[in-house]
């Protein structure tokens, strides 16, 4: 991470940029994840869809 920093053309914005990388990750982790699921469900409805099969 010393080379990134220190070659950077602003190096307090790359090192705040890092900074922020991490704190993110660490709430990401902390926040928890998703329940773990064994079949896959949509998240979106299937009405309204344009479907691609169909020509035009």
Avoid: C, F, H, W
Wanted: net charge positive; charged share 20%; proline share 7%.
């Amino acid at each position: 991470m010393n080379t990134a920093v220190a070659e950077a053309q602003d190096p307090v914005l790359r090192a705040e940029a890092m900074k922020l990388a991490v704190d993110a990750g660490r709430r990401a982790y902390l926040a928890g994840r998703m329940q773990k699921k064994y079949t896959a469900s949509p998240s979106s409805p299937a009405t309204g869809q344009i479907n691609p099969l169909i020509s035009r």
